[in-house]
């Protein structure tokens, strides 16, 4: 125990029943600047170890020291003591105890205590402080009362360029919104009222899910979740809102603090309906143009291969009418050249009709049409082409098959020309109720929002799903890669 207690930074001193020392370790002895002495009574224990009332120099009371009261079973702290050393006056902490036999009666009191001007040379700092501080506060509040009407001016003027901004927001037809970090509206413009038929004050501090609905939502919510991860998101989707079905062009804008958390973002969200619309007849009259142009093509060469060959054949068999009765040998030429013509017509008809399908379909079905188109680009490019097929694959009308074909084949080749991706994976999944086409990339990716240089071709794939009522949904992000996802509904077997 005497260890235990040396190794302690505290003072320790243990006295009898009678007042008389019984242990003192060395930092108690110390601090007192002598031992104990056993022939001090307890009445003379303030004069003898100089022990005086902080800030006087009145001894302590006798009656009020933590030993003697810890004597009458009482646990005391004080922290009013000071101890008289050669030339200066050190402050100190007691705590009496009370140490009892096991008859419940007092044995000993233990009195601990420690020097404690660091902790008042702290608090004379603190109150310096404070009072320095309740200066500077005094004088600051004298400062900003004599500026008060300056602030009138500038709260004014701020005032009249938020209503100016609001005017500026709210003449835009473009929706615009401020949304925080937890999903909450703190603006919107007057656009967004009209589009979501709510008033603006039944809009702010509500969830975004709240306004514009569940469905549109989960279809916006990857691109929130970019948004307040502090990515900077542009895309396009066909959304329904309560105002009606839109195709809308958005962008979110992460809004940083100053530690650079997202506390929020800005969204502007622009309808062009009509703008993809328009895009999107241009797209058909230039896909009518051309098979006009094809059909025509098709005419002149019928007309220049087949016609020619029936005709050549009815020449012949007039021929062959005439002498099949007086030269049976120049009849057997006749009808010899008549088979050659025949055989040469129905070759150049199959020519042509081979013509209007791809000629990867004619050896198979979309499948293994697929497969060899992937095995075919695989020869001109460094990019890791994987091809996958999942399910049992069962047959497609053909009109379904050539434009699943001929969009997988755009998407390809776009993805090998325009993303410099390190992989392109194309999966055909054959379910019960419906076929999926799915080509992915790793590459450089876009703003959906913005069609990049071979936007006509992603229009054309809009516009062929659409001719065979496929779903067609295209997801990219800069930096992220590209996917085409098409959807067909398989028909019943009947």
């Not at 700092?125 to 900003?144: D, K, M």
């Not at 949304?179 to 975004?208: H, K, S």
């Not at 929130?224 to 989707?237: C, F, K, S, V």
């Not at 659409?466 to 930096?479: D, F, K, N």
Request: glycine share 6%.
């Amino acid at each position: 125990m005497a260890q235990f207690l040396e190794a302690i930074p505290v003072a320790i001193v243990v006295v009898d029943t009678a007042g008389r020392p019984y242990y003192t370790n060395q930092r108690g002895i110390e601090l007192l600047g002598q031992g104990m002495d056993p022939s001090v009574t307890p009445d003379q224990i303030p004069e003898a170890y100089q022990l005086y009332l902080a800030g006087t120099d009145q001894p302590y009371p006798t009656e009020d020291l933590p030993v003697i009261r810890a004597l009458t079973g009482e646990r005391t702290t004080v922290d009013d003591m000071e101890i008289c050393q050669t030339n200066s006056m050190v402050p100190i902490e007691v705590w009496g105890t009370p140490v009892f036999n096991e008859q419940g009666h007092v044995a000993y009191a233990m009195v601990a205590f420690q020097d404690i001007t660091e902790r008042r040379q702290a608090e004379q700092l603190l109150a310096n402080y404070n009072y320095t501080l309740e200066q500077q506060v005094a004088e600051r509040t004298a400062a900003l009362q004599e500026s008060e009407a300056v602030l009138r001016d500038v709260y004014d003027e701020l005032r009249l360029r938020e209503q100016q901004l609001r005017l500026i927001t709210d003449a835009l037809p473009v929706c615009i919104s401020y949304i925080d970090a937890n999903r909450c509206y703190q603006f919107v413009n007057q656009t967004y009222e009209e589009w979501f038929g709510c008033r603006r004050d039944e809009i702010v501090g509500r969830y975004a899910r709240e306004i514009i609905g569940e469905a549109a939502y989960q279809a916006v919510k990857p691109y929130i979740d970019r948004a307040l991860a502090g990515q900077i998101t542009i895309y396009e989707a066909e959304l329904p809102y309560p105002s009606g079905t839109r195709y809308i062009s958005g962008s979110l804008i992460p809004d940083f603090d100053a530690n650079h958390q997202v506390r929020g973002y800005y969204g502007l969200i622009t309808d062009i309906t009509q703008q993809r619309n328009a895009a999107l007849r241009e797209l058909k009259q230039a896909e009518e143009t051309t098979i006009l142009n094809e059909r025509n093509r098709m005419a002149r060469e019928i007309h220049d291969t087949l016609a020619q060959t029936f005709t050549g054949i009815l020449v012949q068999v007039g021929a062959t009418t005439q002498v099949i009765t007086d030269d049976l040998e120049a009849a057997q030429f006749h009808l010899e050249m008549i088979d050659e013509l025949a055989r040469t017509g129905l070759a150049e008809a199959r020519r042509s009709v081979t013509a209007l399908r791809p000629q990867l379909l004619e050896e198979g079905d979309l499948s293994s049409a697929l497969h060899r188109l992937v095995t075919q680009m695989r020869a001109s490019t460094d990019t890791a082409l994987i091809y996958e097929v999942q399910g049992t694959a069962y047959s497609l009308p053909a009109e379904v098959e050539n434009n699943l074909l001929r969009i997988g084949q755009e998407a390809l080749t776009n993805a090998i020309k325009y993303a410099h991706a390190r992989e392109i994976r194309v999966e055909l999944v054959y379910e019960d109720t419906r076929c999926i086409l799915r080509v992915k990339d790793d590459g450089q990716g876009f703003g959906v929002g913005s069609i990049p240089s071979h936007g006509f071709g992603l229009l054309g794939m809009s516009e062929r799903a659409e001719r065979v009522g496929a779903q067609l949904t295209i997801s990219s992000y800069p930096g992220q890669g590209t996917e085409i996802f098409i959807t067909i509904q398989r028909e019943p077997a009947s």
